[in-house]
T-cell receptor, first 115, second 113 residues
Framework: AQTVTQSQPEMSVQEAETVTLSCTYD???????LFWYKQPPSRQMILVIR??????QNATENRFSVNFQKAAKSFSLKISDSQLGDAAMYFC????????????FGKGTRLSVIA | ETGVTQTPRHLVMGMTNKKSLKCEQH?????MYWYKQSAKKPLELMFV???????ENNSVPSRFSPECPNSSHLFLHLHTLQPEDSALYLC????????????FGPGTRLTVT
């Protein structure tokens, strides 16, 4: 069974600094997708960034980038120039690429941004 | 707003009550999902519907009964719940398959007394 592990229940970062959230996953599949979702307090969960496993190049979306290490089954999220609005729960998720398989989520990391 | 709405946003019910949660998406998606989010636990997938057909039931107790009358609406009917069922229930929708992201609703905060 696929599992997703986020080993940091809570993290904090100073405004304008950089923080990295870790995520590891376990799978025997070779083709899959990885996602980072953000859930701000009392607000809807939204997609931050996604990565296709067959792509070696790390995905980037403005201040958000990932470090995808397929052999190590690691998918960390880096947030640069942190802003107060980045404070949220961050969930790493995995999905096999075939068919419409559901997402498997980690337990999440609560990120606090200190002004 | 993600285009997925859920009502009610908060619900308190007794163990003998019957209630329903509603989810609606205006995105033209053909897959819809129910998740349970409890404190300190990963999101738990409950049900998946593709083109109105249930394609996944993740060993959910029968006191939770989903209904998908069309591709835009999804319901979760609740009856004789237990206190441990108290959680945030999230609905999501997506296009089926591929790298398509799931769009989440704001959730219904359910408290079972």
């Amino acid at each position: 069974a696929q599992t997703v592990t986020q080993s940091q229940p809570e993290m904090s970062v100073q405004e304008a600094e950089t923080v990295t959230l870790s995520c590891t996953y376990d799978t025997s599949e070779s083709d899959y997708y990885l996602f980072w979702y953000k859930q701000p307090p009392s607000r809807q969960m939204i997609l931050v960034i996604r990565q296709e496993a067959y792509k070696q190049q790390n995905a980037t979306e403005n201040r958000f980038s990932v470090n995808f290490q397929k052999a190590a089954k690691s998918f960390s999220l880096k947030i640069s120039d942190s802003q107060l609005g980045d404070a949220a729960m961050y969930f790493c998720a995995y999905r096999v690429s075939s068919g419409n398989t559901p997402l498997v989520f980690g337990k999440g990391t609560r990120l606090s941004v200190i002004a | 707003e993600t285009g997925v709405t859920q009502t009610p946003r908060h619900l308190v019910m007794g163990m003998t009550n019957k209630k329903s949660l509603k989810c609606e998406q205006h995105l033209g998606h053909n897959a819809m999902y129910w998740y349970k989010q409890s404190a300190k636990k990963p999101l738990e997938l409950m049900f998946v519907y593709n083109f109105k057909e249930q394609t996944e039931n993740n060993s959910v107790p029968s006191r939770f009964s989903p209904e998908c009358p069309n591709s835009s609406h999804l319901f979760l009917h609740l009856h004789t719940l237990q206190p441990e069922d108290s959680a945030l229930y999230l609905c999501a929708s997506s296009r089926a398959g591929g790298l398509y992201e799931q769009y989440f609703g704001p959730g219904t905060r359910l408290t079972v007394t």
